[in-house]
């Protein structure tokens, strides 16, 4: 769930309640992308999560394993993510001060240190903008698909546990 959060800059509720209803396949590219519904979400704007190479990867390791939630432990939906396997591995990644939050932050800095545009990283991190609605275009998710993947790989110039490090040390 973490690396889905930080490939995906998704908030923790919406992570744990993600469906896989919620899920709308894009044949001309591929893959799929996730629309979390208006009334679920913060802003009452329809969430996009495009999924990243890494981000995908998640999720086709998870899928099959319940037939409504994307992630759950047990037969059910995971609550919260700041949970005692969150813990265990803050103490063995030795990144005790961060905090499930700033996942999402982490992912928005990627994207800035990638090149991504602003209003790219707002459509990514789901932002309100007025711009992203029910219905995209293949060149639009295709353009957003290219700037999430910037992240992945040889692209990205810092690792996530030492942009985590730099936002909290300062």
């Known amino acids: 769930m973490a690396l889905f959060k930080v490939n995906t800059g998704t908030r923790e509720k ?3 309640n993600l469906r896989w209803e919620w899920e709308v396949t894009i044949p001309e590219l591929d893959t799929s992308v996730f629309l979390i519904p208006e009334e679920r979400v913060k802003n009452g704007e329809v969430r996009l999560v495009v999924l990243n190479k890494v981000a995908r ?3 086709e390791n998870v899928r099959g394993i319940h037939p409504d939630y994307v992630f759950t432990y047990r037969g059910h939906p995971i609550n919260v993510i700041n949970n005692n396997g969150w813990q265990n591995a803050r103490k ?3 990144l005790t001060q961060v905090r499930v939050h700033d996942l999402k932050h ?3 800095r990627r994207l800035r240190a990638a090149g991504v ?3 790219d990283r707002q459509d990514l991190l789901g932002h309100k903008s007025g711009r ?3 219905h995209y275009s293949g060149a639009e998710l295709q353009s957003l698909i290219e700037a999430a993947d910037k ?3 040889d ?3 810092k690792s996530p546990a030492l942009i985590l490090l730099k936002q909290k040390t300062g």
């Open 132 to 134: 992203i609605t029910t």
């Open 57 to 59: 990867s998640v999720i």
């Open 92 to 94: 063995r990644a030795a």
């Open 155 to 157: 692209n990205s110039r």
């Open 106 to 108: 982490t992912f928005g």
């Open 14 to 16: 919406k992570v744990c």
């Open 117 to 119: 545009t602003y209003e």
């Open 151 to 153: 992240v992945c790989g």
